[in-house]
């Protein structure tokens, strides 16, 4: 009998294949062709701003956005220079005044703007930028600190009221007593940095900061001076020696004597014998050699001492100190004073204590010939020559000179205002400060104050010169040895040379000139203003000079200065 029978069970290859979900499928289709349009959204309009400024961009205002390089540049010089070039209205102690950006030695820096911007193939992000709202940029400029202070100087001329210090002199044998009065003056440092500040903003008037410049001498001190003035001149003074004598008059007295401020808050009387033995010195003692401080003088070469020398005469300064003290005390108005010999300030056993044996530097600069620059060149080095700088001490250009003058002997010459050329008493003594620049620098020496001109001048070497300016700029440089140093000046028609005697401490001072970089362009104007003067146009740039300083086959000293040089205007004058 046969058993129950299992049911027939279908083959496994007979079912159905489930399906596959289409959209597994599309999801890399529709990913790879996302990629390929996001890419070609990029791609495309990257590919059109890739040659020139990324669109979009301004500057102050001015779209430069798709435009080549050379193209924005042009459009800056046409409509972003004009407008920040405009006189910036400054108002100063209620006085309305203008500061022209130019004299002043601000400018567009175009090149550095242009550089700023974005150009060449942009990036995503920039991209975008460029697409929904683009970017501002700041202007670059350039500030030339020796104009803008001179001119922030030209404004503080004119509106400064100094203090005025108590004082008691004499006007035609008077006595007139000066009250201390309180003074206003131009914070000149806030003035440069708002000035500096103002330059790319709207031209409204801006207020420069006035400050209180309040007197020290006390009211008091001048109520007692009075007092004191008046006894001085109620009486001549009699200076006695050797059995002779000679009256002082009251009018040489009054005219001689003065109540000075001390600093302190107290006056105390001045008084200038040596000016006031004129005349008078011959009565008491025969005719004398004045004194004569030690030197050297330079032969084939080489120095050679020039002694001091004593010379007989009246010591001028204790009789100045008899004066004050009868002034002050009373007394007895005649003054013994005795024949003797006056002693030189500097001695031979001093100068030959501060060791200058050698030549230790030496600079020569070329002009050419009979201007009226040369007239100041050669006046300020004969100022200069022989003047003696002890160790660690600093010497300052304008303080030994002093302010140029037509009393001293300075002409009227050219001189840099701004990007122009214009005439001032004492111009062109730039080159004297270039040429001691260049020896004190050569020789090791600190350079502690110096600045260059706003643009190249050929004649002088890139990067290692100075201008000055009075009493603003200066030149400033440490004698940083053990030694003294002496400074010898000598010129002719076409030239200029300053040396500096003193110990040589180094076995060589090099200097190394950089390529000049970031060049830009100078610009064209005519001009038919009165006294225009034509100049000839030169590239701006900046150099690097480093100096080292080497000893005993060892650098102990190496630095590097960096100079940035404007364009030189070309300017036409047109004028006849």
């Not at 008691?168 to 500096?196: C, H, K, M, S, T």
């Not at 060791?355 to 600079?363: A, H, L, M, T, Y």
């Not at 480093?546 to 940035?564: L, Y």
Request: proline letters at 7%.
């Amino acid at each position: 009998m046969a058993g129950p029978q299992e049911p027939e069970r279908p083959e496994r290859s007979a079912l159905p294949e489930p399906e596959r979900p289409r959209r597994s499928r599309r999801l890399p289709i529709l990913l790879s062709v996302l990629v390929i349009l996001v890419a070609v959204a990029y791609l495309a309009p990257a590919a059109l701003m890739s040659d020139s400024v990324l669109r979009g961009t301004r500057v102050g205002g001015v779209d430069i956005g798709g435009l080549k390089v050379t193209e924005a540049a042009d459009r800056l010089r046409e409509q972003l220079a004009a407008k920040i070039g405009e006189p910036i209205p400054v108002l100063a102690d209620r006085r309305e005044l203008t500061v022209d950006p130019v004299r002043a030695g601000m400018a567009l820096d175009v090149v550095s703007t242009i550089q700023a911007a974005q150009s060449g193939f942009p990036s995503p992000p920039q991209v975008w930028r460029a697409l929904t709202g683009g970017v501002d940029l700041e202007p670059r400029v350039t500030i030339g600190e020796a104009e803008l202070a001179r001119a922030v100087g030209r404004l503080a001329a004119e509106v400064d009221k100094e203090p005025r210090e108590g004082r008691v002199a004499f006007r035609n044998g008077e006595v007139v007593a000066y009250q201390p009065r309180e003074g206003r003056v131009l914070d000149q440092r806030a003035a440069v940095e708002a000035i500096r500040g103002a330059f790319l903003a709207p031209r409204v008037p801006l207020s420069l900061p006035m400050v209180a410049a309040r007197p020290k001498t006390a009211p008091e001190a001048v109520e007692k001076a009075t007092v004191l003035a008046r006894k001085a001149v109620q009486e001549p003074i009699t200076l006695t020696m050797n059995g002779r004598q000679v009256v002082m008059p009251v009018a040489t007295i009054a005219a001689h004597l003065a109540f000075v401020a001390d600093g302190a808050g107290d006056l105390r009387p001045r008084f200038d014998a040596r000016k006031a033995l004129a005349g008078l010195e011959s009565s008491l003692i025969d005719s004398a050699r004045a004194p004569r401080d030690a030197g050297y003088e330079v032969v084939n070469g080489a120095l050679r001492l020039v002694p001091a020398r004593e010379g007989e005469g009246v010591d001028d300064r204790a009789l100045a100190a008899a004066v004050v003290e009868l002034v002050l005390s009373g007394g007895s108005r005649t003054i013994p004073v005795e024949p003797g010999i006056v002693a030189p300030r500097v001695g031979d056993a001093e100068i030959k204590r501060l060791g200058i044996k050698e030549k230790v530097s030496e600079f020569t600069t070329a002009h050419p010939c009979c201007a009226a620059r040369v007239t100041n060149i050669h006046t300020m080095a004969d100022a200069v020559d022989g003047h003696l700088v002890r160790p660690g001490e600093t010497f300052s250009l304008n303080g030994v000179v002093g302010e140029r003058t037509a009393a001293k002997g300075y002409l009227p010459a050219g001189q840099i205002v701004g990007n122009r050329t214009e005439d001032g008493v004492g111009g062109g003594v730039s080159q004297f400060a270039t040429t001691l620049f260049n020896a004190a620098y050569r020789g090791g020496f600190e350079d502690v104050e110096h600045m260059a001109h706003s643009y190249y001048i050929s004649r002088y070497p890139a990067g290692i010169e100075a201008t000055v300016f009075w009493p603003s700029v200066d030149l400033k440089w440490r004698n940083d040895s053990a030694y003294g140093v002496l400074i010898k000046t000598a010129y002719t028609g076409t030239s200029l040379t300053v040396s500096l005697w003193s110990t040589r401490r180094y076995d060589k001072v090099e200097l190394i000139s950089g390529e000049r970089r970031n060049v830009t362009p100078f610009t064209r104007e005519t001009s038919d203003a009165p006294g225009c003067q034509p100049m000839g146009g030169g590239q701006g740039f900046t150099v690097d000079v480093t100096r080292t300083i080497t000893h005993k086959g060892a650098q102990v000293a190496r630095e590097t200065k960096s100079t940035v040089y404007r364009p030189q205007l070309n300017l036409v004058c047109t004028r006849r």
